[in-house]
């Protein structure tokens, strides 16, 4: 895939990877990618489908909270679902299913999070009720 004919000008492929539902094999057309447009916007994105593909993205500083959870079979395999719990109105939470190293990709993402919040100028506050 060329990232820049599909998102324009400065964008850049950070990390990609396919749902590894199967022994961690990546037989799925459920596709992730996260993507960087220089000055622009940071955006984590899931593509689905062969002829008919629904693209759901949530931008990186509206991310609130990440969790890793690995059943049996993933650990095995190697693989791992991360869940991303966000302030977006139509993804408030967002899936990454069975991805290979997902502990990698977490910190990672937890890495970018915190350095999109910072310029943003995003603050997330915890309340305790």
């Known amino acids: 895939?060329?990232?820049v004919s599909k998102y324009g000008e400065g964008a850049t492929l950070l990390w990609k990877d396919r749902k590894r539902p199967i022994f961690g094999l990546p037989w799925s057309f459920t596709r992730y990618k996260l993507i960087k447009k220089e000055g622009y916007w940071f955006k984590i994105f899931?593509?689905?489908?062969?002829?008919?593909?629904i693209v759901e993205e949530v931008n990186l500083y509206r991310?609130?909270?990440?969790?890793?959870s690995q059943t049996l079979g993933?650990?095995?395999f190697g693989t791992g679902t991360i869940t991303l719990y966000s302030?977006?109105?139509?993804?408030p939470v967002f899936v990454l299913r069975?991805?290979?190293?997902?502990?990698?990709?977490?910190?990672?993402?937890?890495?970018?999070?915190?350095?999109?919040?910072?310029?943003?100028?995003?603050?997330v506050a915890e309340f305790q009720g």
Not at 46 to 53: M, S
Not at 63 to 68: P, V
Not at 87 to 91: I, L, R, T
């Open 98 to 123: 069975h991805i290979a190293h997902p502990y990698k990709v977490r910190d990672m993402l937890s890495t970018q999070i915190e350095e999109q919040r910072k310029l943003a100028g995003v603050r």
């Open 46 to 53: 899931c593509e689905t489908g062969l002829l008919y593909t």
């Open 1 to 3: 895939m060329n990232v």
């Open 74 to 76: 993933d650990k095995i």
């Open 63 to 68: 991310i609130r909270d990440i969790s890793l």
């Open 87 to 91: 302030n977006d109105v139509k993804a």
